[in-house]
C-alpha cells in the first residue's frame, strides 16, 4: 500500500506552466513506477505520462509530448510533472498514480496501477 498526495495544481492562463508534484509514502518509492493521468468534465481518465522506477524511461500521450516532462526523485518520495505551454484542453483534475513495475516498465493503462491520489485541479483560461 502506497499513499499519494499530489499538489501544485491552480488556475493559469494559456501558454502559462505549471509543476504538479506528487508525496509517495508507505512504500520503498523506488520499486514503483509512477504515471500521471487526468480526467476533464465528461470524459473518461487518460493517461498522460509515466516514469519507470529508476527514472531511465518515460512515456507521454501524444498531447504531452514536447510540452510535458515527468521526473521523479527517489531520495525524496517525489514525482513532478512539469507542464509548459498550457492549453485550455489541459483543463483537468490530475492524478498522480503507482504500479509495480520492472526497472524499465512504464505502464500506461490504469488497470496497472493501484494505488491513487485524490488529485489536484488544473484549470487553464483563454
Known amino acids: 500500500q502506497v499513499q499519494l498526495l499530489e499538489s501544485g495544481g491552480g488556475l493559469v492562463q494559456a501558454g502559462d506552466s505549471l509543476r504538479l508534484s506528487c508525496l509517495a509514502s508507505?512504500?520503498?518509492?523506488?520499486?514503483?513506477?509512477m504515471g500521471w493521468f487526468r480526467q476533464a468534465p465528461g470524459k473518461d481518465r487518460e493517461f498522460v505520462a509515466a516514469i519507470s522506477r529508476g527514472g531511465g524511461n518515460t512515456d507521454y500521450t501524444d498531447s504531452a509530448k514536447g510540452r510535458f516532462t515527468i521526473s521523479r526523485d527517489n531520495a525524496k518520495n517525489m514525482v513532478y510533472l512539469q507542464m509548459n505551454s498550457l492549453e485550455p484542453e489541459d483543463t483537468a483534475f490530475y492524478y498522480c498514480?503507482?504500479?509495480?513495475?520492472?526497472?524499465?516498465?512504464?505502464?500506461?493503462?490504469?488497470?496497472?496501477?493501484?494505488?491513487w491520489g485524490q488529485g489536484t485541479q488544473v484549470t487553464v483560461s483563454s
Open positions: 508507505g512504500r520503498t518509492f523506488s520499486t514503483l513506477a
Open positions: 498514480a503507482a504500479a509495480f513495475g520492472t526497472m524499465w516498465n512504464v505502464p500506461s493503462r490504469e488497470s496497472e496501477y493501484h494505488s
